[in-house]
Each structure stands twice: as C-alpha cells, then as structure tokens.
C-alpha cells in the first residue's frame, strides 16, 4: 500500500474541519496522515483539537513579521520540517503569497462556504442571506494568489431555508464541508486530479447529469 500523503493543515478559528480530517482518517476514508497543524492565532481552538489527537502543532502568530512574504517563509520552514506534501487551508484567514504556493506549487487547497465565485471572502454566509440567494454551498479548490479563487475541484450546493440565519445556514454547511475536504483530499491521495488551466479533472469520479436542486421545490416536470 502507498504511504499516507503528509498534510499540513492552515488554521485560524475553531478546527471542525481539521477534526473532520482527523476523523476521516480514524475510519480509514482518507489515506492520509497529518504532519503538522499550523495557526497563526494562538488561541485557536484548532491548535487544542491537533494536541489532543497529538499532532504536532505550532503557532506562527503573522503580526512578527514585516511582511506577508516573510511570514509565508516561516511556514513553508515549518512546512517542510514536518515533512508536508499537501497544504489544506482549513479557515486559515492569511492571504498565502508566491512564497508559500511556489514551495507547494499545485500542492496548496482551499475550502470556502459557498459556491464560488459566488461570496468570497469574509462572512459568505451572511453575504449569501443579505442577498437573498436561495441556494449556496461549499466550493474546495485550489488555492493562487487570489483570495477564494482557483481552480475548483468539488462543491456541494446547500439550500437556503425561509427562516435561515447566519448560523443556522452556517451549520448545515458545515456539514457539507467535512464531507467535500475529506473526499477531495482522497482524490489526490489516489492520484485521481490533473489540472487543466482553471479545470479540474477528477479521474472516475461520477457526476449524476440529472441532478438537480431546487430551492424552492418546483413541482412541474421536464418535458422530455
Ligand atoms: C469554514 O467554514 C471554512 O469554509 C471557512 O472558515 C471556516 C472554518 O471553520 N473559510 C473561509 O471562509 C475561507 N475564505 P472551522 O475552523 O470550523 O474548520
């Protein structure tokens, strides 16, 4: 059997995606192993999640470097003194610089609660409420230089409820997320992704052309 694919997983808040990881590979849905948890916030509640599962983790707290640059070095050293193979950003909210991605050139994803390009940045939940969108989701991609933006390997389409709020949207995305990274992260464990400009192709995996989802519900049907 291939060894597992050393992740280097990218944190700044609570960890529910890392512990998704975690669990994954617990239960052996993911041929992996996680090298190291990194945060750039001391107090990140990822950080407790890595020591209790004992993986090591270490904080590179941004405001001590001059530039964004140089903080990026920092982590591509950590990085590599654990023996990473694959950067997951698990809500590590840093911009990454060339720094970063050309130490792990097509090696670096993303995972954002939304479909993008639909609702980058901060809040996507409260972006896709605000404007009344009636389906959004979760998008794992490739990370570039721009923030919530390149090449995109697998979303889930998550409806909009009448009497959804932030948090309750925020949920039943989330469960959605620790479903896609793991899945995602399989692939390229199982050598399954080539990327193809901004396309993404996954080897074998299949796509149901009549799926659909509507929010709300449409009762009349297709005429063919
Ligand atoms: C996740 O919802 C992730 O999609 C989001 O941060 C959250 C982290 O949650 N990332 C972004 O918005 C990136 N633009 P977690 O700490 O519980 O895994």
Not at 80 to 100: S, Y
């Amino acid at each position: 059997m291939a060894r597992p694919l050393a992740l280097g997983v990218l944190l700044s808040g609570g960890g529910t995606n890392l512990q998704a990881l975690i669990d994954a590979i617990a239960a052996r849905a993911l041929d992996a192993r996680i090298g190291v948890v990194v945060s750039n916030q001391a107090a990140a509640g990822g950080l407790a999640r890595a020591r209790t599962h004992g993986i090591p983790s270490v904080v590179v707290p941004h405001g001590d470097f001059p530039s964004r640059a140089a903080f990026d070095t920092r982590l591509v050293e950590v990085l590599h003194a654990h023996g990473v193979e694959l950067v997951v950003l698990a809500g590590f909210m840093r911009l990454v610089t060339p720094v970063l991605l050309g130490a792990f050139p097509a090696r670096v994803l993303n995972i954002h609660p939304a479909l993008l390009p639909s609702f980058p940045g901060l809040h996507a939940e409260r972006q896709a409420l605000e404007h009344g969108a009636r389906v959004t989701g979760v998008t794992v991609h490739f990370v570039d230089e721009h923030a919530d933006h390149g090449p995109i390997i697998l979303q889930i389409a998550v409806p909009i409820l009448p009497d959804d709020d932030e948090e309750r949207l925020h949920l039943r995305i989330q469960r959605q997320e620790h479903r896609a990274y793991a899945q995602a992260i399989q692939w390229i464990a199982e050598g399954r992704i080539r990327i193809d400009g901004r396309h993404v192709l996954v080897d074998g995996a299949p796509i149901d052309a009549d799926a659909t989802l509507a929010s709300p519900g449409v009762s009349q049907r297709t005429s063919s």
